[in-house]
């Protein structure tokens, strides 16, 4: 890998751990559907940058980097869903 993209990797891992690590201690379901939308977020944003990028990427670079922005995308997708779906369960009650 280059350089330019480790650096460029380094810019949405590092929002996105910190994000996860917030995440859990977050004191109320809003609050984490807030972080897990912020998250989602922050991952298409890493997709669409993987995506459009204007200099050469060897197709191994590429894979890898699509495949753990997917990872990410959908680990966000996945708690957004479950808090959502928890923040509804306990406003019903």
Known sequence: M????????????IPTTILFV???????????????TL????????????LFWTGVLTSIDFAVTFTLALI???AWAVVL???????RLTDRS
């Open 2 to 13: 280059n350089d330019t993209l480790i650096h460029a990797c380094e810019m949405f891992l």
């Open 22 to 36: 917030v995440l859990a201690l977050a004191p109320t379901e809003e609050l984490k559907q807030l972080i897990s």
């Open 39 to 50: 998250g989602l977020l922050i991952s298409v944003v890493w997709i669409f940058r993987i």
């Open 72 to 74: 990410f995308l959908a």
């Open 81 to 87: 869903y479950g808090h959502s779906r928890r923040w």
